[in-house]
Each structure stands twice: as C-alpha cells, then as structure tokens.
C-alpha cells in the first residue's frame, strides 16, 4: 500500500509512534511517504520504502502568521497526486486532519485518497477543547475515514468531548521489545552513576503536563532514605525552572541534565525506576519503552497511564502531586532487591506481551485495508 504518514517531527509520542510505524509499515513492503516540516527525529537513516516530503511554507509580507495549515494541505494534495496514496494517516489532530480533509476533498474526482486520524492526547484534552477548535476537530473527526485512539481513556474522552456516537477504535501505542531491552552499557553506567547510587529516570519534552518538578520533589525525599540520583532525559520549555528547583532543594548535584538523546535503550538500561508524574497522559509512551528495559514505573493515576502500567506489579500508581507517596514507593522498590527484581520482570513481561511492535502494527494494517474497502 502506498502510505501517506503526517505528523510532529518534533521530541513527542505522537511524532515518535507515527515514525516507528512508517518504519515498520516500510519493512513489511509498504511505500510510507512522511509528509511534516522537518526531518522526523527518529527517522535518522536510510531505509527502503521510506520517503520524506518537507512542507514549506511561503513568506509575504501580508502573511504575518505561519500558513501551516494550508501548506500541509498543498504538500499532502501534491503527494497524493504524484504518488498515488491509497492512505493518509494523520497523527494527532490539530491540525493535520484539518489539512488532509482538505486535500481529500480537493483531490475526490482525481485522486481519491483515504483518511485515517490516530488521536495522541492533547489534542482532545486540551488543545481540542479551546472554543475555536472545538468544530474544527469534531468536524474533521466525523470526516475521517476511520479514527483511532491510543488508549480507551482517550476513547472515551473524545466521545464525551465530540460526540457519543462517534467511531473510535483503540489501537495502543507499541515498542519494539528487539531494540528497547536491558543491555549491560558499562560506559553509560560510569557516566550516570556513582559507587552505590540508585538511578531515577524521567524521560520527556519538559511541557508543564509533565510535572517534571514532581520528579525533583521526589529525588529530595527519597534521599532522605538512600543514595540516589536523578537523570533527566529530553529538555522543553520546564528545564529552567526544573533547574532552579534542584538549587533551591539542595540537589543540584544529584541531578544529571542530559539534554535530548537518541541512544534511549542504552539509557534505560541503567535506570532503576522511571518516574512520570504527569497531571495529562492519554498514554505514556515513554513509560513502556522503560518498562520494555525492565525498568519500573512510578506514576500518576491519571489518564491512560493505568492501561500500561500495572499498580503494584510492573510499577505504582499515585494520584496527582503525591509526592511523599511516590517517594515512598521509590524507597519500597529500591530497598527491596527481591521486590524490585520481580516488578523488572513484570514489566518487560507486560511490554512484550501486549505492546510488542508486531502485535500492534498489523491492527494498523487491517485498518487501512478497511478504509480503503470502504467498510
Ligand atoms: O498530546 C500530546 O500532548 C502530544 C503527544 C506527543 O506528541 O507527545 O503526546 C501524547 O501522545 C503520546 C503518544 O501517543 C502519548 O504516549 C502521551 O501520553 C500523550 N500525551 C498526553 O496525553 C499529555
């Protein structure tokens, strides 16, 4: 099939997963064409079957404002066109399914194309929700061929924000359990860890959502218990604040800022506990990728986070800003090598058994051989 995957290139699970599937769709035979304004981070080799469109956008002086919109519109007519897509499939919403209704209704007579809209998280939650979005995101749901969630609170979200009655199929996000896996990384661990250190990780792009300061409230108390160290991975509009909180809680220098990284497995591998303390996560795909290194998690209770992460088995689940609960669990796992070893093995258990790759991409497959049968 001919593909057409548009999406954010940018350091975020949606651009992430839409960039591993068009990897993967490419290797089971499929022509993927990324159509988005910059090279997608992970799409950092030559690979058959994989093509990447730049959008650009013209400047003019009357133009003050960034035509995105219209430009992905003009960019995903011209490769429909040109490539002959069966299928385009926008990742999150705003505004991608907006500009690929456009381009489908423009192209109907010559170039019929297929819409499928896979919905992330804030793009329903939040950013959906603003007044002046709200119609547009509805209107393009009900146009959309088929739409997809990644977790079934996101289901059940965007039916209670856009409509009871509207189609939604729930296709989780996925790893690759062949790449994320716990690997001995000597030069990673002499990096990262001092002589006795337990390693706390957080992974993320640093937006508020992420609470990242929840992660420093939580290093200072279970330091209070045991020597431990706190890497942040990813780096956002947070970071500076996250910084000055490290000074003010005295642990400057048990916090290691490594910036954005692409060797995440390598990374994983040395964490201890990943902590993601969000206040919104439809998901939370980069606790399955930790989990996937048999690294447990230590959340929030909220969103889609409890459809990855099991409480009490592959990690715990606090409900938002408990901190001291969060420490606590921290110290429970990390003074327990028993505990932790068996929540290590649930864990990557739980990630090969019902989000490996190969499970999930074909639930992909299926859905654009429906859409384009016009089921
Ligand atoms: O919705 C967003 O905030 C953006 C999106 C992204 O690009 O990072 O994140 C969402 O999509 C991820 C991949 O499906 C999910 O793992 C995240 O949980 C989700 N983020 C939120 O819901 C805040």
Redesign the pocket.
């Known amino acids: 099939m001919r593909i057409g995957m548009v999406c ?1 290139p940018t350091y ?6 839409a960039t591993e599937l068009g990897q993967e769709l490419a290797r089971r035979g499929h022509s993927v064409h990324f159509i988005t304004y910059a090279q997608p981070m992970r799409l950092d080799r030559f690979q058959e079957n994989i093509y990447y469109h730049e959008v650009e956008t013209p400047s003019y002086p009357l133009l003050e404002f960034n035509q995105y919109t219209l430009s992905l519109a003009g960019k995903i007519l011209d490769v429909a066109r040109y490539e002959q897509l069966d299928v385009v499939h926008v990742h ?1 919403a705003i505004p991608h399914a907006i500009s690929a209704y456009l381009a489908k209704e423009i192209s109907k007579n010559s170039t019929p194309f297929k819409l499928v809209t896979t919905l ?4 329903i ?2 950013v959906g929700l603003e007044p002046t979005f709200h119609p547009l995101v509805k209107f393009s749901l009900e146009k959309s061929d088929i739409v997809t969630a ?1 977790s079934s609170f ?1 289901q059940e979200k965007t039916r209670q924000s856009f409509g009871e009655d509207l189609s939604i199929r729930v296709i989780p ?1 996925f790893v690759d359990t062949s790449i994320y896996t716990r690997t001995e990384c000597p030069d990673v661990e002499r990096r990262l860890r001092n002589e006795g250190e337990f390693i706390l990780m957080h992974v993320s ?1 640093f ?1 508020p ?1 992420k609470r990242v300061q929840d992660c420093i409230r939580i290093l200072a108390e279970v330091r209070q218990s045991l020597s431990a160290r706190l890497v942040f991975v990813g780096d956002g509009p947070e970071r500076s604040d996250a910084e000055r909180l490290c000074r003010e809680l005295n642990v400057e220098e048990y916090v290691t800022f490594l910036g954005k990284q692409s060797a995440l497995p390598e990374i994983l591998s040395v964490a201890d506990v990943f902590l993601l303390p ?1 206040q ?7 606790a399955l990728e930790a989990m996937s290194c048999s690294v447990p998690v230590v959340a929030t209770s909220i ?2 986070i409890q459809e990855v992460v099991r409480h009490d088995a592959s990690g715990y689940v606090a409900e938002l800003g408990d901190v001291a609960r969060m420490a606590r669990y921290c110290v429970d796992l990390l003074s327990n090598p028993k505990k932790l070893a068996i929540f290590r093995e649930n864990a990557r258990k739980r990630a090969v058994e019902k989000f490996d790759i190969s499970l999930i991409v074909p639930m992909y497959e299926r859905v654009y051989e429906e859409a384009v049968r016009g089921e």
């Open positions: 954010y975020g699970g949606s651009g992430v997963l999150y992330h998280g804030t793009d939650t939040l990644v996101l996000n792009n937006r959502v969000s919104q996560e439809s998901f939370g795909l980069s969103g889609g």
